[in-house]
């Protein structure tokens, strides 16, 4: 495969993950709620990539007992508050809005990373970081007039689905060590639909699922938002180097904002669409000159929405 194919998986894959939200609008109008939602992607997402690991190699199943402790760190602790939070956080403000501060996990990632590995503080991290810090502030409302567009609760919904991301690198790091990336996500999302599924009551809107219209957007969300995108993104990353994956993956908040505008007229100021482009730069910045492990880039896969 060649390298410019390899970059258009990645960017795919990313494109798949942005359009996560038109999903999540649609099951949010017809009756679900944040919690519901998580379940459903957790449920439909456990399916189908448990049916293509059988197809791929079935020995990608096989794990350690002990080593469930990496799991319920990224499935448990990390993608069902991550997901919560970023679903709930569509529902409170926007897609773009959400998305963009799900795109404050790099600078999270600095940061935890300088505790839990010691890891320095670099100048492009640090540039990065006040970069991410001006963008969210015009993303919300804070600059230039101070009177803010989205409420606190929806800041703090959509910083949380930045942090929970960010703690899946933390866990995942662990876990990689041991596992293929694709058996880190199959369990991840395992582990994750055990977790949420008792607490989502599902059953008290069972009637929901008798429309055809419920299951495409299930099977959008599970299969084109979640395994497809994690197949190309994966297969184009074996290619590049992870830098340039994570930066063509910042298409996502852009096909995000566009999907989101074009369906559901959602608006954004100039100031809030400058602030994306800071925030987008922001995570260019933070990528370093020099070749990394594909750790952060590929967890991305399992994780986005």
Request: aromatic share 16%; net charge positive; glycine share 6%.
């Amino acid at each position: 495969m060649s390298k410019n194919l390899a970059l258009l998986f990645i960017a795919i894959g990313a494109s798949l993950w942005g359009g996560i939200g038109v999903f999540v609008t649609y099951l949010y109008q017809i009756g679900f709620t944040p919690t519901q939602v998580v379940a459903i992607r957790t449920i439909s997402a456990s399916v189908f990539l448990v049916l293509y690991v059988l197809i791929k190699n079935r020995q990608l199943f096989k794990i350690k007992v002990a080593d469930s402790k990496y799991f319920i760190g990224t499935g448990v602790i990390s993608i069902v508050f991550f997901n919560w939070c970023l679903f709930s956080a569509m529902e409170e403000t926007s897609i773009s809005i959400a998305t963009i501060l799900l795109y404050t996990a790099p600078a999270f990632v600095t940061i935890l990373a300088r505790v839990f590995f010691k890891e320095l503080f670099t100048t492009r991290k640090i540039i990065a970081l006040l970069t991410t810090f001006i963008g969210c502030a015009f993303v919300i409302g804070v600059f230039p007039d101070t009177n803010g567009s989205i409420s606190f609760y929806g800041l703090i919904l959509g910083l949380g689905s930045g942090f929970f991301y960010a703690l899946y690198s933390i866990f995942g790091k662990f876990a990689l060590k041991k596992y293929d990336s694709l058996t880190v996500t199959v369990y991840t999302f395992l582990f994750a639909m055990v977790a949420i599924t008792p607490f989502s009551g599902l059953w008290s809107v069972i009637p929901l699922f008798s429309s055809v219209e419920v299951w495409f957007y299930i099977v959008g969300l599970g299969l084109l938002s979640t395994m497809l995108a994690f197949i190309f993104y994966t297969i184009g990353l074996n290619r590049v180097e992870s830098s340039q994956a994570s930066i063509i993956a910042t298409i996502e908040p852009v096909v995000a904002s566009l999907t989101s505008f074009i369906i559901f007229e959602e608006r954004l100021n100039y100031w809030q669409y400058f602030g994306i482009v800071l925030v987008i730069a922001a995570v260019i910045i933070v990528q370093e000159k020099t070749k990394k492990s594909k750790l952060v880039t590929s967890n991305r896969s399992s994780l986005s929405g």
